[in-house]
């Protein structure tokens, strides 16, 4: 067996450990609002959202194509291994360190910002590693800012709209139909979810297969990755994620069935708009967002602004962090990758 082989099945093991823990990292961003609303036990909901996953990552290739050979450009052999290797790594702690703090930060820029960091530390060592700095701004910054906008400005417009059209409404019988609607809402976001979020994982074995000299491109994806992607991200959706479910569930917002109906919805507009335009964003960023722009629409202080906005200083220090673990994890595995 040679070394390339051994390195490349090092680095599709560790993606896959990354796609798990995206999962139950992510698993909120599902089911939170379906779960504080009752619309959902906890169970089944983590059941639908693994299930949805499954569906959505057969659907997610433009995104897989955009992760692959849009963030960094890898050399060919061991060395690019080791960069893909590293900053994999990166994600996955910052994920488990979030995780563990109950912080809903974003997977999909833990993962950039690790790949960043590690091909910046490969390059300084003189490795002939690029990133691509306009697919960065492109890919990742401008939808960066701008999804938590649209979902904030959506949410708030479409909580609006549910308003009037219901006003008259008796609001027991409304409450009822707005929990079975929301079992539709949070499928869609957990669909949503694998389109964006198991994609993000198959670039990533794609990009490690093209710098093993196993593939000549970094955009085609074999089947058995959209299976192997889609099957760990629902189990590790499966699993759970209690302590971020609490934050974005209960700890932004009271909601009630038409509010989380309203902002599961937005979300998962978001996600599949994007998704089709090969555009990486957060799936934590979306629902987050929308959640905050159909609570503002019963007053600004239903927001727990406190809370939001430690859910933002998440955002703004995942990127960076994840990145510096990358680099510390890429010092000494470039040893192992030459």
């Known amino acids: 067996m040679s070394s390339e082989l051994i390195a490349v099945i090092a680095v599709i093991l560790v993606a896959l450990v990354f796609d798990y823990t995206n999962g139950f990292h992510d698993a909120a961003n599902a089911i939170a609002t379906s779960v504080s609303t009752r619309a959902l036990t906890p169970r089944v909901g983590l059941i639908m959202a693994a299930a949805g996953n499954f569906l ?40 488990l360190l979030t995780w563990w ?8 820029h833990a993962l950039f910002g690790g790949l960043v960091g590690a091909a910046l530390c490969a390059a300084w060592l003189g490795a002939d590693a690029h990133v691509l700095w306009s697919g960065i701004v492109d890919k990742v910054v401008v939808p960066m800012v701008a999804s938590p906008m649209v979902g904030f400005l959506l949410g708030g417009a479409f909580m609006v709209a549910l308003m009037w059209l219901f006003r008259r409404g008796n609001p027991r019988r409304l409450n009822r139909g707005f929990r079975r609607a929301q079992t539709v809402s949070a499928a869609a976001m957990a ?16 990009l490690a297969l093209y710098a093993g000299g196993f593939q000549s491109t970094k955009t085609h994806i074999p089947e058995w990755v959209f299976l192997a992607c889609s099957t760990v991200l629902a189990l590790g959706t499966y699993s759970g994620g209690w302590r971020i479910i609490r934050t974005l569930g209960r700890k932004v917002i009271d909601l009630d069935p038409p509010q989380g109906f309203a902002a599961e919805t937005v979300a998962a507009g978001v996600l599949f708009t994007t998704s089709q335009l090969g555009l990486p964003i957060s799936t934590t960023h979306s629902i987050t967002s929308a959640i905050m722009g159909v609570g503002a629409t019963k007053r600004l202080s239903a927001v727990r602004w406190q809370v939001a906005g430690n859910i933002v200083i998440g955002w703004v220090l995942t990127f960076p962090g994840a990145a510096l673990i990358a680099v510390l994890t890429y010092l000494p595995a470039h040893w192992l990758f030459s």
């Open 191 to 206: 669909i949503g979810h694998g389109m964006q979020d198991a994609a993000k994982t198959m670039g990533i074995i794609v």
């Open 101 to 108: 703090r109950g912080l809903p930060s974003s997977s999909s």
């Open 56 to 95: 959505g990552a057969h659907l997610g290739g433009h995104v897989a194509a955009t992760v692959g050979g849009g963030i960094i450009d890898p050399p060919v052999g061991l060395t690019g291994l080791g960069i893909v290797f590293a900053g994999v790594v990166g994600g996955i702690v910052w994920n």
